[in-house]
């Protein structure tokens, strides 16, 4: 049988971490005394590098102050990791689904707009650092839509773009499977409405997990 991989998306697909983000940006525009933008907007750059966000978010402000807001937002989240009070809880059906994927011998990976330590953090939280193969994070890639991460994860497992499915909540993963020409797979409850999925190239959108199982191809 031919390997096969499926990347997920973290915030927004694996973990729901909108009320950590939008704090964390608060507070990043807060520090600087910026006025925050809305909820809406913030969830809306969710999946994006963070610089990349923050410039969206604030289109007027200097590159120098976009850099500025930037820090904040990475202190603010060291210092709750380090408080113990980061916890971004799995979506309903998440863990089971990807133990089945693992069973039906699915490489599992992850292409995300957070750093390498903040996705561990996730990942060592929920006891599910042993699933995954490949770890593709902002560190490293231009942001999303850019196909470098899904390229890397296919060159680190040999699986063919044929073979992999990649999995999001927002219209960038959709445009990032797109451009690395690999089946784009949305999900329903994070930050996109599926419209926004479809329109940039879902071939499905599951609203629960029993729903992407089928769409991934579990029996």
């Known amino acids: 049988m031919s390997l096969r991989l499926a990347i997920f998306d973290c915030d927004g697909t694996l973990v729901d971490s909108q009320h950590a983000i939008v704090a964390a940006m608060e507070h990043a525009f807060a520090a600087e005394s910026v006025p925050p ?17 923050i410039a969206r978010l604030a289109p007027e402000a200097s590159p120098a102050l976009v850099l500025a807001v930037r820090e904040h937002y990475r202190t603010y989240n ?11 809880p799995l979506y309903d059906g998440i863990a089971p689904l990807l133990d089945r994927l693992v069973a039906e011998d699915w490489l599992l990976g992850v292409a995300t707009g957070k750093s390498i330590r903040g996705l561990r953090h996730v990942l ?8 995954f193969v490949t770890l593709q994070t902002a560190d490293h890639h231009p942001s999303k839509p850019h196909p470098s991460m899904i390229e890397t994860a296919l060159a680190e497992t040999g699986v063919d773009r044929a ?10 993963d959709m445009m990032m499977a797109q451009a ?4 784009a797979l949305g999900v329903g409850w994070g930050y996109h409405p599926p419209g926004e999925l479809f329109a940039a190239g879902a071939a499905s959108v599951a609203m629960d997990s029993a729903e992407l199982g089928r769409h991934i191809g579990l029996p």
């Open 37 to 53: 933008p809305s909820r809406a907007q913030i969830l809306s750059i969710v999946g994006l590098s963070l610089q990349e966000a």
């Open 124 to 131: 060592a939280t929920h006891n599910l650092t042993s699933h």
């Open 180 to 183: 690395a020409r690999v089946r």
């Open 78 to 88: 060291v210092r709750i990791r380090e408080s113990g009070a980061a916890f971004d």
């Open 163 to 172: 073979n992999a499915v990649m999995i999001g909540d927002t219209s960038f």
